[in-house]
């Protein structure tokens, strides 16, 4: 079974109704989301830490990466149909988790080519997702399920 993490940027406005519960968790144009396996994450990061630091714990190996999956955000619990829980990231929070994602080596493509990009995305769209987010200044809201 996938654990699948999906990422939506959001107007700052309506950061307040997601975290009151009044807005869903995932929303938005195709444009405008990510979405990757977690596992895939979990997977890869813990390999390259491991390789790279000798660290097993890859949440303090890569605070950025940990941060834009939703590690020491905000936190939310939709209602609803299954209760998802998600987190949110200020306009302010997803400028740095867009440069700290690339100060940690997670981006090799840019903003622009990940817009110009297909339906398809995988862990090196992660970096791009969020530097377009953050040109937009626009907020994230993350959801795991």
């Keep these: 079974m ?3 993490l999906t990422l939506t940027k959001i107007e700052p406005a309506l950061i307040e109704q997601v975290l009151d519960g009044r807005g869903p968790l995932v929303r938005g144009s ?3 989301s990510f979405a990757c396996d977690h596992r895939i994450i979990d997977a890869v990061a813990e390999g390259r830490a491991e390789v790279e630091m000798g660290a097993a714990d890859w949440t303090r190996a890569y605070p950025w990466l940990a941060t834009s999956v939703g590690h020491g955000c905000a936190v939310v619990k939709e209602r ?11 306009p302010d929070e997803v400028c740095r988790v867009a440069e700290g994602l690339v100060a940690e080596g997670w981006t ?4 622009a ?3 110009a990009g297909g339906q398809d995305r ?3 769209d992660l970096g791009p997702f969020f530097a377009a987010a953050a040109a937009e200044e626009k907020a994230v809201v993350g959801k795991i399920s």
Aim: hydrophobic share 35%; charged share 15%.
């Design 80 to 90: 609803g149909p299954g209760g998802a829980s998600g987190f949110v990231l200020t």
């Design 2 to 4: 996938s654990t699948w």
């Design 122 to 124: 995988g862990l090196e």
């Design 113 to 115: 080519a990940w817009a």
């Design 30 to 32: 195709r444009g405008d």
């Design 108 to 111: 090799t493509r840019s903003a």
